[in-house]
């Protein structure tokens, strides 16, 4: 296969409620230094140049997308589900419809990831358009790992090497992130992210290292946070 003729597109699952956020309504929609969460990914996304095009996968109910993200010249598909992976399942087939071949790659990103740096983008896109299964932008775990107990009490210091965490985007080819995400929902497997999906198949993505300002905003202090640095920026 020609690696080169493989082109790359992200997908954005922007169905959420974001119930923990505590905004008031879906978190994406929120405003964080002068503009939307879900806008300010978008523009991430938009200023790397190997991504062919953004598709943004909304709920059926959606009707606050176009006010919130006046900009984005992507595509658009109100085919989102109850979970993140229903919603990515039904961006892919999206993206089926618009003639993206089943070679060519998915970069599946976070809405809520609003601090996503295209530099990052590029260097997964760098890291994995040669790899035989692709792979994901992540961390290596650096703070002490603790299990706690019901009463929320430690219950054992766990051993945090070779520990990373997970990131977005998560960047695989679209015919067999699709087949991993129908096995998966065939066997009741549970998918956290696209990863799990494709290590249920017995295949290792690989780890990119990805940046500490990469989080995705889930608590209400996230965004007091995200403020501040999005506000430092150039």
Same mark, same amino acid.
């Given at each position: 296969?020609?690696e080169? =003729?493989?082109?790359?597109?992200?997908?954005?699952p922007?169905?959420?409620?974001g119930?923990?956020?505590?905004?008031?309504?879906? &978190?994406q929609?929120?405003t964080?230094?002068?503009?939307?969460?879900?806008?300010h @990914?978008?523009?991430?996304?938009?200023a790397?140049?190997?991504?062919a095009?953004?598709?943004?996968v909304?709920?059926?109910e959606? @009707?606050? #997308?176009?006010?919130?993200?006046?900009? #984005? =010249?992507?595509?658009?598909?109100?085919?989102?589900?109850? @979970?993140?992976?229903?919603?990515?399942?039904?961006?892919l087939?999206?993206?089926r419809?618009?003639?993206?071949?089943?070679?060519d790659?998915?970069?599946?990103?976070?809405a809520?990831?609003?601090?996503l740096?295209?530099?990052?983008?590029?260097?997964?896109?760098?890291?994995?358009?040669g790899?035989?299964i692709?792979g994901?932008?992540?961390?290596p775990?650096?703070? @002490?790992? &603790?299990?706690?107990g019901?009463?929320?009490?430690?219950?054992a210091?766990?051993d945090r090497?070779? &520990?990373?965490?997970?990131?977005?985007?998560?960047? #695989?080819?679209?015919g067999?992130?699709?087949?991993?995400?129908?096995?998966?929902? =065939?066997?009741g497997?549970n998918v956290t992210?696209e990863?799990?999906?494709?290590e249920?198949?017995?295949?290792?993505?690989?780890?990119v290292?990805?940046?500490?300002?990469?989080? &995705?905003l889930?608590?209400?202090?996230?965004?007091?946070?995200?403020?501040?640095?999005?506000a430092?920026r150039?």
């Amino acid at each position: 296969m020609n690696e080169l =003729a493989a082109r790359c597109f992200a997908l954005v699952p922007c169905a959420g409620v974001g119930l923990r956020a505590g905004q008031g309504g879906p &978190k994406q929609y929120s405003t964080v230094a002068g503009r939307s969460v879900v806008a300010h @990914t978008l523009a991430a996304l938009a200023a790397v140049p190997q991504l062919a095009q953004t598709l943004v996968v909304l709920s059926p109910e959606d @009707t606050q #997308f176009e006010a919130h993200a006046p900009d #984005f =010249a992507g595509w658009i598909t109100r085919t989102g589900g109850a @979970t993140r992976a229903d919603s990515v399942a039904a961006g892919l087939q999206a993206l089926r419809a618009q003639g993206v071949a089943e070679h060519d790659w998915v970069l599946v990103h976070d809405a809520a990831r609003c601090l996503l740096q295209p530099a990052a983008v590029q260097r997964l896109i760098e890291a994995c358009v040669g790899d035989a299964i692709g792979g994901l932008l992540a961390l290596p775990l650096a703070d @002490t790992l &603790k299990a706690a107990g019901p009463d929320d009490r430690v219950n054992a210091t766990l051993d945090r090497s070779a &520990k990373w965490l997970a990131q977005t985007p998560q960047m #695989f080819r679209l015919g067999l992130l699709q087949r991993a995400l129908h096995e998966a929902a =065939a066997t009741g497997v549970n998918v956290t992210d696209e990863a799990s999906a494709i290590e249920a198949l017995g295949l290792a993505p690989q780890l990119v290292p990805g940046e500490l300002e990469n989080f &995705k905003l889930t608590w209400p202090a996230d965004f007091a946070l995200a403020e501040r640095l999005l506000a430092s920026r150039p």
